[in-house]
T-cell receptor, first 114, second 112 residues
Framework: AQSVSQHNHHVILSEAASLELGCNYS??????LFWYVQYPGQHLQLLLK??????LVKGIKGFEAEFIKSKFSFNLRKPSVQWSDTAEYFC????????????FGSGTRLSIRP | DTAVSQTPKYLVTQMGNDKSIKCEQN?????MYWYKQDSKKFLKIMFS???????INETVPNRFSPKSPDKAHLNLHINSLELGDSAVYFC???????????FGPGTRLTVL
């Protein structure tokens, strides 16, 4: 079955630290990939998406992600985090074979110490 | 000018009751969705409609019945509510079935 794994359940960083959140998926075919963010008490917002173009994708608020097909990974990065980045981060995969059905990872809670 | 809106934001009800959650999008999108987010934040798709037609129906109890009166609306009706139905329900929409999805603010359902 198709699945998305986010191995870090809770990450705690200090401001200005660098961030990398892991995401791996299990599906052999072509995929679209997403990172969504959910700030406390708010709805999900799209951070960035990969739709078969450059494997290094830049998103909003200084986030970027790299698609490595051979590793089935789509890790999220930010060189210097801010307190306002405290949120839940969700990786998601949409296999081409089942368009419209996005499979979400279990989320990674990011806490930033001021 | 909210893109995807849901009502109500909070819903507290007794077991066995029937309740509805409404969703509207003003983005002109063709596809709409319902997701359930459990207490561990795990987000799972329940239903998807494209041009008012049901295209995804995950293994959801038939107590849950979506209704799409037009492309801009997708409502969720739940019969005979159970304790395990307590969750946050998110509506979403996308331009087409293969585009990014835009989420509503969520409806926190608590069944007592």
């Amino acid at each position: 079955a198709q699945s998305v794994s986010q191995h870090n359940h809770h990450v705690i960083l200090s401001e200005a630290a660098s961030l990398e959140l892991g995401c791996n998926y299990s599906y052999g075919g072509t995929v679209n990939l997403f990172w969504y963010v959910q700030y406390p008490g708010q709805h999900l917002q799209l951070l960035l998406k990969y739709f078969s173009e450059d494997p290094l994708v830049k998103g909003i608020k200084g986030f970027e992600a790299e698609f490595i097909k051979s590793k089935f990974s789509f890790n999220l990065r930010k060189p210097s985090v801010q307190w306002s980045d405290t949120a839940e981060y969700f990786c998601a995969v949409m296999p081409y074979s089942s368009a419209s059905k996005i499979i979400f990872g279990s989320g990674t809670r990011l806490s930033i110490r001021p | 000018d909210t893109a995807v809106s849901q009502t109500p934001k909070y819903l507290v009800t007794q077991m066995g009751n029937d309740k509805s959650i409404k969703c509207e999008q003003n983005l002109g999108h063709d596809t709409m969705y319902w997701y359930k987010q459990d207490s561990k934040k795990f987000l799972k798709i329940m239903f998807s409609y494209n041009n008012k037609e049901l295209i995804i129906n995950e293994t959801v109890p038939n107590r849950f019945s979506p209704k799409s009166p037009d492309k801009a609306h997708l409502n969720l009706h739940i019969n005979s509510l159970e304790l395990g139905d307590s969750a946050v329900y998110f509506c979403a929409s996308s331009q087409s079935i293969s585009d990014e999805q835009f989420f509503g603010p969520g409806t926190r359902l608590t069944v007592l």
